[in-house]
């Protein structure tokens, strides 16, 4: 009888631990548009392309020579983050100067998300902006780092985590 109250209280235990785990899922970004820096011919688009399609997960890119901006759709269920993608961009010997990401899921309730300005509302899309440095060009996150001097983990250079602003 004793065996049998220790099988129950573990398989209770088991069921909460998986029921937890299924609630917190990662920040499933479904589509990100990014800026390059330092781009100055076709070639320089080009690869940076080819690094992009590289990722698992990547459905599709589309590229705006006029403003160097790469708008990639990625596939449903993938775990990526905008590291990813800055380090496939400095692959190539460019630069990230705007990343903008659309989730599918509550990005409040990411352990490495930090939502420094804006709030999530409650829509089943949100559209955020990274805000560390890497992903903003130079002047932009000096400005941001005056603009955030309150938030003790942003001046940190933290690959972590993720400063980001909510855009819609």
Not at 10 to 29: D, E, N, Y
Not at 82 to 89: N, T
Not at 104 to 119: A, M, V
């Amino acid at each position: 009888m004793n065996q049998n109250i220790k099988s129950a209280k573990l398989k209770g235990l088991f069921t909460v631990i998986l029921l937890l785990s299924t609630m917190i899922s990662k920040a499933q970004m479904s589509k990100i548009e990014l800026q390059a820096t330092g781009l100055t011919c076709s070639m320089c688009s080009n690869a940076i392309y080819k690094q992009l399609e590289t990722i698992p997960g990547v459905e599709k890119i589309d590229t705006d020579l006029n403003t160097n901006t790469f708008t990639v759709a990625l596939k449903e269920g993938n775990a990526l983050t905008p590291r990813a993608f800055k380090e496939k961009v400095e692959k190539a010997g460019f630069f990230i100067g705007n990343f903008i990401a659309t989730t599918t899921s509550d990005i409040s309730l990411q352990s490495n998300y930090i939502i420094i300005d804006g709030k999530p509302k409650s829509q089943k899309v949100t559209k955020f902006k990274v805000l560390d440095k890497g992903y903003l060009t130079d002047k932009e996150y000096k400005k941001a780092v005056k603009n955030y001097k309150g938030i003790a983990s942003y001046s940190k250079e933290n690959e972590a985590d993720f400063h980001v602003k909510i855009l819609n």
